[in-house]
């Protein structure tokens, strides 16, 4: 991971932390779980307007943006581990984006960040489309050239647009660019965690295979399905009700858990 503007400059830290404390950011060993439901839920309230002040703060000219991206992947470790939060309150995902915006705004070459992000905002919040939209402002500032593993931010955005949006065209543009940034990383001579060459080569087969016009409907109920599994607020039930209605199933309960069927 990407800590290195965190332990290089100390001197800057201070500044940032003192400007952290000036924006009421929670402590890092503070989690959001209150003592009873009311609480919890103010502290997720505080924190989502928090997330939304940073949103307003300036991009240019202060210096600070890596530092604010860093500091805010922390805070997301924090609150996605929050197990006490969701187990007693049901408190769900819900700010996921919002923290990924921060973190791609300030940082948008934070490549081993868009993982967390795809995980945590397709997965568990229930809100591909919001992470397509995240992939898609990240990658106009991305270069093949300078982030070799980039391709991989192709493959993550191609995967949403495959199997929660239905958008087969929109996925196989996606590998195609994950091929072509492939073939890059692999003449650059850095060593990487996979092999460019072979992910270059599954993404043209996969875009090969969506030449074709392909009934996706399947696939996007087995990834609704996955999304179901995860889910522990009734916001992200709704939502993922919603969808399946559009792909023409239902959630219903058997045997005191919830099961898709068709409507």
Same mark, same amino acid.
């Given at each position: 991971?990407?800590?290195?503007?965190?332990?290089?400059?100390?001197?800057?830290?201070?500044?940032?932390?003192?400007? !952290?404390?000036?924006?009421?950011?929670?402590?890092?060993?503070?989690?959001?779980?209150?003592?009873?439901? #009311?609480?919890?839920?103010?502290?997720?309230?505080?924190?989502?307007?928090?997330?939304?002040?940073?949103?307003?703060?300036?991009?240019?000219?202060?210096?600070?943006?890596?530092?604010?991206?860093?500091?805010?992947?922390?805070?997301?470790?924090?609150?996605?581990? #929050?197990?006490?939060?969701?187990?007693?309150?049901?408190?769900?995902?819900?700010?996921?984006?919002?923290?990924?915006?921060?973190?791609?705004?300030? #940082?948008?070459?934070?490549?081993?960040?868009?993982?967390?992000?795809? !995980?945590?905002?397709?997965?568990?919040?229930?809100?591909?489309?919001?992470?397509?939209?995240?992939?898609?402002?990240?990658?106009?500032?991305?270069?093949? *050239?300078?982030?070799?593993? !980039?391709?991989?931010?192709?493959?993550? /955005? !191609?995967?949403?647009?495959?199997?929660?949006? %239905? *958008?087969?065209? %929109?996925?196989?543009?996606?590998?195609?660019?994950?091929?072509?940034?492939?073939?890059?990383?692999?003449?650059?001579? /850095?060593?990487?965690?996979? *092999?460019?060459?072979?992910?270059?080569?599954?993404?043209?087969?996969?875009?090969?295979?969506?030449?074709?016009?392909?009934?996706?409907?399947?696939?996007?109920?087995?990834?609704?399905?996955?999304?179901?599994?995860?889910?522990?607020?009734?916001?992200?039930?709704?939502?993922?009700?919603?969808?399946?209605? /559009?792909? %023409?199933?239902?959630?219903?309960?058997?045997? %005191?858990?919830?099961?898709?069927?068709?409507?």
């Amino acid at each position: 991971m990407r800590f290195r503007n965190l332990a290089i400059n100390l001197g800057a830290i201070a500044i940032f932390a003192a400007i !952290a404390l000036s924006l009421q950011f929670p402590k890092l060993n503070q989690r959001l779980s209150g003592q009873t439901l #009311d609480e919890t839920n103010k502290a997720v309230r505080d924190e989502e307007a928090r997330l939304k002040l940073i949103r307003q703060l300036p991009s240019r000219g202060l210096g600070f943006n890596n530092m604010i991206a860093n500091f805010a992947f922390l805070q997301f470790l924090q609150y996605f581990g #929050d197990d006490i939060a969701r187990n007693n309150f049901q408190t769900g995902y819900g700010l996921s984006p919002l923290y990924f915006a921060n973190i791609i705004d300030r #940082d948008p070459r934070f490549v081993s960040s868009y993982i967390y992000m795809s !995980a945590s905002i397709s997965m568990f919040a229930g809100a591909p489309s919001k992470a397509i939209d995240i992939y898609t402002k990240g990658l106009r500032s991305l270069d093949p *050239d300078r982030q070799p593993s !980039a391709y991989t931010i192709w493959r993550y /955005k !191609a995967t949403d647009q495959l199997l929660f949006s %239905g *958008d087969g065209k %929109g996925a196989r543009e996606s590998y195609l660019k994950a091929a072509e940034w492939g073939d890059i990383a692999s003449l650059s001579g /850095k060593k990487l965690v996979e *092999d460019p060459k072979l992910v270059a080569e599954a993404s043209r087969q996969s875009a090969k295979w969506l030449e074709e016009d392909r009934d996706l409907t399947k696939a996007q109920v087995g990834a609704w399905s996955v999304v179901l599994q995860n889910a522990v607020d009734k916001k992200t039930v709704q939502i993922i009700a919603q969808e399946l209605d /559009k792909l %023409g199933m239902k959630i219903e309960i058997k045997n %005191g858990a919830q099961v898709i069927v068709p409507k």
